[in-house]
């Protein structure tokens, strides 16, 4: 067994020259799977809203302000995927991918909710279903946009950004018209770079995948006066014209020209401690998306702390793990909660998209260059040591000790927590059920830790 490539890092966990404007955009391609959008949707988007706000002559620190909105603008968006599966019965990820190809207009606002409510469930219980959301539309609308909104701005202000950055996604789905949501604000009462960042998302999703450029104008243009502030329009349509705008959102090299278009990307060099903040931060939004991981991810940092400090790990090398197991499951944000929520036993396809959220999380973690070593150990946390775990069947030597104990860590908060289809366990229960899958499944000097730490800690054992 060896250790990971943090063993023959000699400058530790440095973070060297990494600028806030790389480990931004590489995260928001995870928000971008929990809205369902297609890959990038968030950095095309942080493209078109830039443009728009040279084309309005915005300063350096208001460009700023507007960078981070549009690539945080869906920041909140896990906080209401459960109760989208919940009122409406459906997939929440399709349905809020669909919910953003919505044309203006009443009729068509329901030809969706009936197109979306409660498919593959019998036919009363969609009409209860129907009938309560079509009485209870505005409400519901309200509630879902304002938990959205206002988790997305609270993590935002964790992550350090300013105020006006905080303002824009609390206020991303006001309408300039006033009929908006969640406090229906109306013309200048709506932050310019909110209403920027939301004709900036309209723009790609018409264009980017099965739409076009011809689209993407035809909707900004409709909803002139309604949802978009007149000028914001004619800045869009000013600067969609420009060479190579539309060109670059199919370039293969957007990240990296999305980086560039940082105006403080020279000064925004983050430390390791706005880099745990970071973190954490996107720790609360993959726990948001269940109401059964609530913390999860946090409690699995704690624990593989925990481990690693009763086996000799460095404070250095601790820190180091700790990142790796707040993101770990950075990746569920691709899997629908029908499925996080399902209380009976997943079929085979729901079973394989289960499965697919670990790579899905090194994938995610790859992209980020500080981020890049605790990646292959984000991605192999459901790996066994007999060769049995997923998603790529490693087994004995091939499998790191710090991903052992990132795994010890996860099952046992994933067994001593509330889930869809049991109630927590008992603490002995837990630890039985670790010791006899040692050698199979779990480290046993890993899970020998465990025990040992949390005898040292009686209080766990009062709540058990």
Known sequence: MAFSRYAVREAGTGTGDLHLSELIGA???????????????????????????????????????????????DLGCSSNAAR??????????????????????????????????????????????????????????????????????DIA????????????????????DGWGSPRQLQGDEIPEIANIAL??????????????????ISEVRSRSDTWFSPAIVDAFLEAQERPGFWASLKDPDLDERVQGLDPMQDSCVVDEDWLDDIAAAFADVVDAKSPFTADHSKRVALYADMIAEEMGLSQEHRRWLGRAAL?????????????????????????????????????????????RDIAPIAGAHHERLDG???????????????????????????????RPYRTAMPMAQVLGILEKDIGTAFDGDCVNAMRAALGRMPEYWQAA
């Open 199 to 216: 004709l900036s998302q309209v723009a790609d999703v018409f264009s980017f995948g099965q739409g076009s450029r011809e689209n993407a």
């Open 27 to 73: 995260l928001s391609h995870a928000l971008d799977m929990t809205e369902g959008q297609p890959e990038g949707h968030s950095v095309r988007s942080c493209w078109i809203g830039m443009k728009v706000g040279e084309a309005l002559g915005f300063d350096r620190a208001k460009l700023a302000d507007l960078y981070y909105t549009l690539l945080l603008k």
């Open 388 to 418: 049995a775990g997923y998603p790529y069947g490693l087994r004995g030597d091939e499998i790191c000790l710090e991903t052992r104990i990132l795994t010890v860590a996860d099952v046992f908060d994933a067994l001593s927590a509330d």
């Open 327 to 371: 993101l770990h499951d950075i990746g569920k944000l691709s899997v629908s909660n029908r499925i996080l929520d399902k209380p009976g036993k997943l079929d085979s396809g729901e079973w394989d998209a289960v499965k697919k959220h670990s790579f899905h999380s090194q994938r995610i973690l790859e992209r980020i260059s500080v981020f």
């Open 84 to 153: 989208i599966c919940a009122l409406y019965l459906t997939d929440d990820i399709s349905f809020k991918r669909n919910h953003k190809t919505i044309s203006t207009g009443t009729n068509a606002v329901l030809r969706f909710v009936f197109s979306q409510t409660g498919v593959g469930h019998g036919l009363s219980e969609r009409f209860r279903t129907l009938l309560h959301v079509v009485s209870n539309g505005h409400d519901i609308k309200r509630e879902l946009f304002e938990a959205r909104c206002h988790r997305g701005a």
């Open 157 to 176: 202000a964790r992550m350090r950004f300013s105020q006006a950055v905080q303002d824009g996604i609390r206020n991303l789905d006001e309408h300039w």
